[in-house]
């Protein structure tokens, strides 16, 4: 006598506790990359950028749209709708209990009860469980059951009774807890019954084909298609080969925007289109004056690819066709840039690298290599330039803050043409301009030469002099680094000289020059002195470019406020 055991509310049970395994992991995940609340930023003051900040409004909403809508945000969804749906079911339930056979309680009578007992009890349960007695509502059933219920109560309290009137399959029940014996019972353990229902065994085999077979391969095989074609770094595998084949050690930074222009990512999400033929040949002829040839000019993808990121570094007006390539390609260029920049460092160019760095700037403020600073204030054109120009003084140091020292009055008076409103933007963009501390000092432990294969503990602490409260917290990077050197150098490092030599006025990449002796070959030879200090304004922040390259000033580029310089 063998018997399958089905427990619905223990297999309801089981699942919701496989639920809650994956709904916590998904709604942390879900969760920790959603943007509650937008962060400050003071550019939602300017006059000028109230377009920027709109479309930006518009774009964070989309975005918050598709992150529910994407695989996180629809699995937290129904990850928790399904363990709702489960609470609600057990909680129906509750006066259920999980099923275990035993023949004692089936029948209500005490475990060791005579024979004479037990038949005695199969009558009365029998009359009161019968189908024949049972087939009405269970208001108007004796049993007090719906006729299903009924039944199968009838069928627990027909096997109790063959159970304990065998003397045989008795005596293996109370020895072994089973009526077969020790072999002799075949138990399903939270599974409900439909899932070994005959009826049901075809459509649970093509769905474990389908499952099997076709879903979970075809899954990982579109992973490993897309995941295969991208570096760590986020950069595709063909845009590094690109980059590696075209960079050198000495590579200038005119070259950067044709190198950057041959990302694949480019040429596949912004192709040369018949349609923006005409606009782009007229943004051409008035950019080519100024063009680099690199080795990628005969590709048009790639043409055009650079000729937009000229005229967004040139200032020139970009036609309403080219518009939408030209953010995609400001949105994607800095994480690009960010690949051929640990290209750079990989093979050591330290000329390539600074050179890289200091291109990235120019991306994100939009002005050319040799641009007056005084571009990134708004509303400021050339015009604008030669006014405040005579005003500023003749002494070496930052233009930007020398009309920042000018003061709101003087800068009235030079400025005349502008209105009220733009120099509120004006002011406010000079009153939120960085100025950074910057020091740093390089040391081997417990040494006072530094030479070839040292471990060189470099401590770069910063604090800006823009900030509101007295007390500045001030931010230690500490990077240790080997030192590498060249077998025919034999002059020592001496880093004070390159902190001198950057002090020039080059406004455009000081700050970034600073911080030459992290990317530098140290030579070996003589002791490199302690440490150096250089004070710099930072005209390359990500934070002034948010105000002076908005849609509303000057010209009707693209901005790249979300970029990082």
């Known amino acids: 006598m063998a018997f399958e055991v089905f427990d619905d509310v223990a297999f309801y049970w089981f699942l919701m506790s496989c639920t809650v395994a994956f709904v916590i992991p998904i709604s942390y995940s879900f969760l920790s990359t959603w943007k509650w609340t937008r962060p400050e930023d003071w550019t939602r003051k300017l006059g000028s950028c109230k377009t920027k900040m709109q479309r930006n409004d518009k774009e964070a909403r989309a975005a918050q749209l598709a992150a529910l809508l994407g695989w996180r945000g629809m699995s937290f969804v129904f990850g928790w709708l399904l363990l709702f749906v489960l609470l ?38 029998s009359l009161l469980y019968h189908p024949d007695k049972n087939l009405g509502s269970a208001e108007d059933n004796p049993s007090g059951m719906n006729p299903p219920a009924a039944s199968d109560m009838f069928i627990k309290v027909t096997k109790a009774h063959d159970v304990l009137t065998d003397e045989a399959t008795r005596e293996n029940y109370e020895k072994y807890g089973n009526p077969d014996g020790y072999h002799g019972t075949s138990v399903t353990i939270c599974l409900p019954s439909w899932l070994t229902n005959k009826d049901n065994e075809l ?22 298609r897309k995941s295969s074609k991208f570096l760590e770094d986020g950069v595709m595998q063909n845009t590094a080969y690109r980059f590696y084949r075209q960079v050198q050690e000495n590579t200038a930074a005119k070259y950067m925007p ?87 460092m990989e093979q050591r160019f330290v000329t390539a690298t600074i050179n890289c760095i200091e291109f990235s700037q120019h991306l994100t403020q939009g002005l050319w290599f040799h641009s007056n600073p005084l571009l990134q204030l708004p509303h400021f054109d050339q015009r604008e330039v030669k006014l405040i120009s005579h005003k500023l003084s003749k002494t070496p140091g930052s233009l930007v803050e020398k009309a920042k020292e000018l003061g709101p009055e003087k800068r009235r008076e030079a400025l005349h043409g502008l209105s009220e409103e733009q120099h509120v933007d004006i002011d406010l963009f000079l009153d939120h301009f960085p100025d950074i501390e910057l020091s740093y000092d390089a040391r ?28 500045c917290p001030t931010r230690t990077t500490r990077t240790t680094t080997t030192t590498r050197t060249r077998p025919s150098s034999t002059r020592s490092w001496r880093p ?58 000057r010209r009707a580029s693209p901005s790249s406020g979300t970029s990082s310089g």
């Open 258 to 344: 044709g190198i950057l222009s041959s990302a694949v990512e480019f040429c596949e999400g912004a192709p040369c289109k018949n349609s923006q033929a005409s606009d782009l040949s007229k943004l051409h002829k008035r950019l080519e004056d100024n063009f680099v040839k690199n080795q990628g000019d005969v590709n048009n993808d790639i043409m055009k690819v650079k000729t937009l990121i000229y005229a967004h570094l040139l200032q020139e007006p970009i036609p309403a066709s080219l518009k939408a390539d030209a953010e995609d390609i400001l949105q994607h260029g800095h994480r690009l840039l960010n690949g051929l920049l640990n290209i750079c």
């Open 203 to 224: 459509a649970i085999l093509v769905a474990y084909f389908v499952v099997m077979i076709v879903v979970i391969p075809v899954v990982v095989g579109l992973w490993w």
């Open 88 to 125: 609600i079911k057990l909680s129906s339930m509750q006066g259920e209990e999980m099923f275990s056979f035993n023949p004692y309680t089936i029948l209500d009578v005490e475990e060791g009860a005579e024979t004479k007992e037990i038949k005695k009890a199969f009558r009365r349960l």
């Open 444 to 471: 081997v432990e417990d040494e006072e030469d530094v030479r070839e294969g040292d471990v060189l503990n470099l401590t770069v602490p910063s604090c800006a002099s823009t900030c509101q409260t007295t007390a």
């Open 496 to 553: 004070t000289t390159r902190a001198r030599r950057s002090t020039r006025p080059r406004e455009r990449s000081s700050w970034t020059r600073g911080a030459t002796p992290t990317l530098s070959a140290p030579r070996s030879g003589a002791s490199a002195p302690r440490s150096a200090t250089r004070r710099a304004a930072s005209s390359a922040s990500p934070r002034s470019r948010s105000a002076s390259r908005c849609p509303s000033t």
